[in-house]
């Protein structure tokens, strides 16, 4: 995949540019890559789960104009990876914080790991 080859130093949105520049749109019909798109849908998901009684998915608090929290990717089951603070959640669909995977990396390092099979995930498949 293109991104072997970027910096592991690319910032969420740097990440977001190459990928757009490079065209690239989705990892074996996976990982979607629309996340700006994701990105606002990920938005009013949270805000709709904080306004109610329901699961609130506590530790991720989206900010769009910071650039610091940022949706990377969706899966085509309904997950997310994003990037927060230069680490990266794995968010199921359930939104159920208990459920988030936590990597120590940007979502660059964490995608180069997983698409090389260097990290397992019980949320995202094996792919």
Do not use: C
């Not at 991104?3 to 979607?32: C, H, R, V």
């Not at 359930?94 to 936590?102: D, F, I, K, N, P």
């Amino acid at each position: 995949m293109d991104w072997m080859d970027y910096p592991d130093t690319l910032s969420a949105d740097e990440l977001l540019e190459q990928l757009n520049q490079a065209n690239i749109k989705d990892f074996k019909g996976y990982l979607l890559f629309n996340a700006y798109h994701f990105q606002a849908k990920l938005v009013s998901i949270y805000h709709a789960l904080q306004a109610s009684d329901t699961i609130v998915l506590d530790l991720y608090n989206p900010n769009t104009d910071t650039g610091e929290d940022l949706l990377i990717a969706m899966t085509i089951d309904g997950d997310y990876i994003i990037e927060q603070n230069k680490t990266t959640l794995v968010v199921p669909v359930s939104l159920e914080a208990v459920q988030v995977e936590r990597y120590p990396y940007p979502a660059v390092v964490f995608l180069k790991a997983y698409t090389a099979k260097k990290i397992t995930s019980t949320i995202l498949a094996d792919v």
